[in-house]
């Protein structure tokens, strides 16, 4: 009967101690994850301070530019599905110019910059898997990844200024309705010309976005593989 006494009593001890320890594990755990949702909301805290900023504590100016942001993506996804008004232009070559950088805010845009995707069969590709690493650039993206490493030669002319980068970006992050940046947003600090990345069919497109305006683009059906590029905010 004693050694039946203390042999309960042992399993007794583990089982505390192991109850004790599952307690703590779940208390570390808890703390990670208040940690994280913290940062998040710092984050979040941030960046809605640095547009306000932006927009001179204009509150209304603020959900402009959110409500044109959530237009912006919107009108892509059509877009990318070809349901934008396209016409053919021709062949083009590498180095090719076929459009120009709207200067300033226009359609579905606060400011001048190319939104650069690379698509196959309908769906979004990270542009970083074929622009090339060698290229003169500045970040103005708030630490979006910066990664190209392919051969291809970059659309716009250095230096490079890259605004924000491709998928879950600090943007991305912060404003939850925005799932993911399918494309790259960059403008060039010596000229706003648009160029060609591959030999392809040029087509010149339009689609109807935000407030019934009008949001330019061209696309670039690639010659070689089922890759196409799109190039939008731009004039042609």
């Not at 590498?94 to 845009?109: E, H, L, T, V």
């Not at 060609?196 to 040029?202: E, F, N, Q």
């Amino acid at each position: 009967k004693l050694l039946l006494e203390m042999q309960q009593s042992r399993n007794l001890s583990q089982q505390q101690k192991e109850l004790k320890e599952q307690k703590q594990t779940d208390l570390e755990n808890l703390k990670k994850q208040l940690a994280t949702q913290n940062a998040s909301l710092l984050q979040q805290k941030s960046v809605k301070t640095n547009l306000l900023d932006q927009t001179k504590n204009d509150e209304q100016r603020y959900q402009q530019l959110l409500t044109i942001a959530k237009a912006e993506y919107l009108a892509i996804q059509d877009i990318i599905a070809h349901k934008g008004k396209e016409t053919a232009a021709g062949h083009v070559d590498a180095g090719d110019k076929i459009a120009s950088i709207i200067q300033g805010a226009s359609c579905n845009s606060n400011g001048t910059h190319v939104h650069f995707i690379v698509s196959e069969n309908g769906a979004a590709k990270n542009p970083f898997d074929w622009l090339s690493g060698s290229v003169d650039w500045v970040d103005n993206s708030d630490g979006d990844q910066f990664n190209p490493h392919g051969n291809w030669t970059w659309p716009i002319k250095s230096r490079v200024k890259f605004n924000q980068g491709y998928g879950v970006t600090s943007f991305v992050q912060t404003y939850h309705w925005y799932p993911f940046h399918n494309g790259i947003d960059i403008n060039s600090e010596s000229a706003n010309t648009v160029m060609a990345v591959k030999p392809g069919t040029l087509y010149k497109g339009s689609y109807i976005g935000w407030n019934g305006c009008t949001l330019p683009y061209v696309r670039v059906d690639h010659d070689e593989n089922s890759l196409e590029t799109l190039y939008l905010h731009v004039i042609y």
